[in-house]
């Protein structure tokens, strides 16, 4: 996509979207505290109403395309968000973090997070640029994620030490005392890190294997690094917020894992048509472009994405009520037994 847009509004934009992000984590550095659901809930809120702000004003500078591809990278780059909460969650369970501390430990793993993400863009635009074939690569990648999402198992990510963290626990002095959240502490006279550390290397790891699923999804939406970049700062924002409204509640959106995988097979189908479609690969159809591969529009791609991700939440939701249900009726029913037989030993006579 050419873009239409001033280079002093994209510098401007990312400028303003980094100072938001630096500030809604100092605050969580300076003010450390377990947000309320009220103010989580307000936070969540403004962020997501602030993206659809940022896209109507790209409407205005720009184009209704430009708007409907940061509204489709924006969704699905927080869908992928809210799936990596998930694992920042069994991690803080893992290392059982103080709730008093986990807000300055996602601090640390949503700036790891912003930095991977910026250096996978950047490295994912030249790669665009120098090399048409990377189509086909990311495609099937996102094909293959979006099978080892929908039937992988990934009830362990998390619970076990990954091969960085074993390293550090073998090679670094590490206390078992968190310490008011410090990195190191002295013990004795003896320096030793806390287990915060472990902590910020197992969700810096994590963020790393999510950066490798996220950048090629979006790319998949847009080829431009600033709407790729605003996606990705919008995606972060109110990351920390949504942790604390959400908590445990994510691990049981049982179906959320299958709209996150239509997304990303929907996405790599999508990568693999365009590929055909501006192909220069010499064995595929003589190097030249397949001239019957459809190319999927913008707003195909935002309906599908949204349509994905409000039925995987509905049908976890609809689940939940059910299960609760049942789980009601089989309290009342148990109820109901143990005063039937209450009743009968009262009355000196043994149920049937």
Known sequence: MATALPVWFEITSIL??????????????????????????????????????????????????????????????????????????????????????????????????????????VIGAQLIDNFSWIFYLFGAFLLYTAY????????GDGENDNALTRFARRHLNVSDQFNKGKLRITIDGKRSFTPMLLVIVALGTTDLLFALDSIPAIFGITTSPFLVFAANVFALMG??????????LLARLRYLKYGIAAILVFIGVKLVLHALHENQVPFINGGRPVEWAPEIGTWASLGFIAAAMVVATMASL????????????????????????SGADAGGERPH
């Open 148 to 155: 080892t999402q929908a039937f992988g198992h990934h009830d």
């Open 16 to 121: 303003v979207l980094c100072l938001l992000l630096a500030a809604d984590l100092v605050l969580a550095v300076k003010r450390p505290h377990v947000p309320k659901p009220l103010e989580a809930a307000l936070f969540v809120g403004g962020y997501a109403l602030l993206a659809v702000v940022f896209a109507a004003t790209l409407y205005w500078m720009g184009d209704a395309e430009h708007a409907g591809q940061f509204l489709a990278g924006w969704l699905t780059e927080y869908s992928l968000s809210i799936d990596n909460l998930f694992v920042f969650i069994v991690i803080m369970a893992r290392f059982a973090v103080p709730l008093k501390y986990q807000q300055e430990a996602l601090v640390a793993g949503i700036m790891i997070a912003l930095v991977l993400r910026a250096i996978f863009i």
């Open 239 to 248: 990351l920390r917020q949504l942790y604390f409204l959400l908590g445990h």
């Open 318 to 341: 609809t689940k939940m009520w059910v299960d609760r249900r049942a789980e009601m009726s089989s309290a009342q029913k148990d109820s109901r037994q143990e005063n039937a037989i």
